[in-house]
């Protein structure tokens, strides 16, 4: 029997999935967590046991115990995830127990990094992403089975999830979000992966096994990129301020907007989401303004508990909507 959860971003990234799959993670008794799209260039920060942990290859099952997968869906930087699986045995986390790559995955070479830190007109973290992705689809691609340095951690993830003789539950991790996603984000200002629930389900389970989608949105938006995205008003710097919204892969000042309320929509409706968690509502309440975009025009609420009354009372029914601080748990 084969069970899997989702967890997906349903703005642009840096909603806080790390967070939603940490919880998950000690709730739901997972054999698996797989991460299903993307690269180095995505950086999940995870509050666990007192300590900060960012993680960009790693899915968060390592500390919790919980063999963890590096999908066929993802790019993989060799380098940065030896990295990244020492850092977290120095932090007594026994991640090379844990850590595996499905043979099937791509990887990013010096040559893919070289040439994305060209890059001017995306604004990408120049860390090969789009590059790799670019030789997979051109059928000049290396796969992780192929790289001699990954063979202790590489596995068959067709047996790993098929081959099983106990039951298989697993939580599936994304990356980035549904606005930079490669088909349904504001193309080209996107990613070079599938950030959908559609790319979990390729990485090696039937759709009918998908139970639970948990999809992951802030109470305003955030977008790190070549675009426009910020607002001409300065409070979307005080927000910046009070959300610390600085990318945790490059440190960037992530740009700042009001929650568009349409796009939410569309990214609920297209994943199928069954638990929406909407993050940092303190932020708003800190800086003194709680406002939605609707149909590219701003709604004011008085309080936060008026603006949670419009989310509520317009979600989707039979999605289950909660509320998280900076920080908290949810």
């Known amino acids: 029997m084969i069970v899997a959860d989702v967890v997906v971003d349903l703005q642009y990234g840096d909603c806080g999935k790390g967070k939603v799959t940490n919880y998950l993670c000690e709730k739901g008794n997972y054999t698996h967590v797989i991460r299903y799209n993307g690269g180095c260039n995505a950086g999940h920060t995870i509050y666990h046991n007192g300590q900060r942990i960012i993680t960009h290859h790693i899915p968060c099952g390592v500390l919790h115990g919980v063999r963890s997968i590096i999908g066929p869906g993802c790019v993989v930087y060799p380098d940065q995830l030896f990295t990244e699986i020492q850092e977290l045995e120095d932090a007594g986390i026994p991640a090379r127990r844990f850590v595996r790559v499905a043979n099937n995955a791509h990887v990013i070479t010096r040559d893919h990094i070289r040439e994305d830190g060209k890059d001017s007109s995306i604004g990408t973290t120049k860390r090969g992403n789009g590059p790799a992705y670019r030789d997979k689809y051109g059928r000049t691609g290396v796969r992780a089975s192929e790289v001699e340095s990954l063979r202790e951690f590489i596995v068959d993830i067709y047996e790993e999830i098929h081959g099983a003789n106990t039951p298989v539950k697993i939580l599936f991790e994304g990356a980035q979000g549904f606005g930079l996603d490669i088909d349904w984000g504001d193309y080209p200002f996107v990613t070079s992966s599938h950030c959908t629930v559609g790319s979990a389900i390729l990485n090696g389970v039937p ?94 609420f008085d309080s936060m508990s008026l603006m949670k009354e419009f989310i509520k009372t317009n979600m989707k029914k039979g999605v289950i909507t909660s509320f998280s601080s900076n920080k908290e748990s949810i």
């Not at 607002?231 to 610390?244: H, L, T």
């Not at 409706?269 to 406002?291: A, P, S, Y």
Request: glycine fraction near 10%.
């Open 207 to 300: 759709p009918q096994s998908i139970r639970e989608v948990w999809g992951v949105a802030k109470m305003y938006e955030t977008y790190v990129g070549a675009k426009k995205f910020e607002g001409s008003d300065p409070i979307f710097g005080e927000i910046r301020e009070a959300g610390e919204e600085f990318g945790a892969t490059t440190g960037r000042p992530r740009q700042c907007n009001w929650m568009d309320w349409n796009l939410l929509k569309k990214a609920i409706n297209i994943n199928g989401v069954t638990n929406l968690v909407l993050n940092k509502v303190d932020v708003l309440e800190e800086v003194g303004q709680q406002k939605i975009l609707v149909d590219e025009k701003v709604v004011n």
